[in-house]
């Protein structure tokens, strides 16, 4: 049995912040990232919406966002008595804004209903149709999903005019934290065919337009098909869950601060050939899909073996051609470094919620092999 249900009402396009403008009567307590304050962006945002709101801007958030500040934020949004959120930013601010209403609804009891709208400046994490928030316990070395229903925004507004100031460096990480959502989303064991409907045109987005992007970060129509990509990659897992490449992610980003969307292209090849599992079984549900994947894109797939070697080749020469490192030496991690913390990050990738939908299971042995290739 498959129970499907959307939440978040979509806005998409040109004139998708319009949506603002009919907000009335309410405390509106915004949260984002320093960038968005200082650049101006955010006027984009408060131009929107009417003087008949009080608005408070809580703009303190820094990437993969920290516990304190999760607590600062839900201790301004009781003080302020919000009766809706606004998140405006990467994943980072959106996660953090999911996790400060959730808490502060439960800490401070508050009754009320707080609406939460998603505005995404990057396209990558697809957290404006989650029910994922990501949290780090900086001191721990720890990255925490909070995963629940509870914390799905009512309504996501995708206006790529907002995502034309990421430079190239965030613009690849994040486009291939997109490509890492479809490819988890569409071998995790979760997998229906409504999640690979979403999974499988968001693939096809992010081929057709990551390095447009990537070369011209003014082309505003790819750009609105990144975004489209992203939410839709989202949608997929948050119907399917994500795997194994993202369980490794979560606890290598809490130990080396490497972008998530780079952490996760650093381990997508080896995480293919791992789940596709082709010295055991020529015919794995994995291996037969992903080279589904690859025939999707144009690639040669005439059997699992083929399709598996096009598609982990063109992730390849993609990351390749979006400046993108292949291992975590050419990030700069030295071998003592790395050393010393790849055992506790194996057992850690093994306890991530996101390992738990993996198309294979693996030991600690099979992480550190990744790890290490
Ligand atoms: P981010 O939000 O951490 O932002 C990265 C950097 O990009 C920041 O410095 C930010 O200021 C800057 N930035 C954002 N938008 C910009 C713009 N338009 N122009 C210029 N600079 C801009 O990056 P992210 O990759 O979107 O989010 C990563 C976080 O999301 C991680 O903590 C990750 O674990 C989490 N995540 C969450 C989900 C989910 O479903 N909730 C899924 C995947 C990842």
């Given at each position: 049995m498959n129970k499907i249900r959307f939440k978040t009402e979509i806005w998409s396009g040109d004139n998708a912040l319009n949506a603002l403008e009919t907000i009335n009567q309410q405390h509106i307590f915004i949260v984002t990232d320093p960038f968005m304050v200082e650049s101006g962006k955010i006027e984009s945002i408060t131009a929107k919406l009417t003087d008949q709101n009080e608005l408070k801007i809580f703009s303190d958030i820094v990437p993969d966002p920290p516990i304190n500040k999760i607590i600062s934020g839900m201790t301004a949004l009781n003080e302020f008595n919000a009766t809706m959120v606004i998140a405006v930013g990467g994943g980072s601010a959106i996660d953090?804004?999911?996790?400060?209403?959730?808490?502060?609804?439960?800490?401070?009891?508050?009754?009320?209903?707080?609406?939460?709208?998603?505005?995404?400046?990057?396209?990558?994490?697809?957290?404006?149709?989650?029910?994922?928030?990501?949290?780090?316990?900086?001191?721990?070395?720890?990255?925490?999903?909070?995963?629940?229903?509870?914390?799905?925004?009512?309504?996501?507004?995708?206006?790529?005019?907002?995502?034309?100031t990421a430079p190239q460096n965030i613009t690849a990480d994040t486009g291939m934290d997109v490509l890492t959502h479809c490819l988890e989303a569409y071998v995790s064991i979760n997998a229906t065919d409504f999640s690979d409907s979403f999974a499988e045109k968001a693939f096809q987005l992010v081929f057709e337009n990551i390095e447009k992007v990537s070369r011209n970060g003014d082309d505003l129509s790819a750009r609105q098909k990144m975004h489209h990509a992203s939410c839709l990659a989202g949608m997929a897992f948050n119907l399917a869950n994500l795997g194994l490449n993202h369980g490794i992610a979560h606890a290598a980003g809490a130990k080396f601060h490497i972008p998530h969307g780079r952490l996760n292209t650093i381990l997508l090849p080896q995480i293919i050939k791992y789940n596709a599992n082709l010295e055991n079984d020529l015919n794995s549900t994995a291996a037969q899909k992903y080279s589904h994947l690859a025939k999707l894109i144009g690639l040669s797939a005439s059997n699992p073996r083929i399709g598996i070697r096009s598609l982990t080749n063109a992730i390849c020469q993609l990351r390749k051609k979006l400046n993108m490192p292949d291992s975590f030496h050419n990030y700069g991690l030295t071998k003592e470094t790395f050393n010393h913390y790849k055992n506790d990050i194996a057992q850690a990738a093994l306890r991530d919620g996101t390992t738990k939908s993996n198309p294979r299971k693996p030991n600690k042995e099979d992480v550190l092999s990744i790890l290490d290739a």
């Open positions: 953090a804004a999911k996790a400060m209403k959730f808490f502060a609804q439960r800490v401070f009891k508050k009754q009320e209903t707080i609406t939460f709208i998603a505005v995404p400046t990057t396209s990558g994490t697809g957290s404006e149709v989650t029910n994922f928030s990501v949290l780090t316990d900086a001191e721990a070395g720890v990255k925490y999903p909070l995963v629940t229903d509870d914390i799905l925004p009512q309504v996501a507004l995708l206006d790529a005019n907002l995502v034309k």
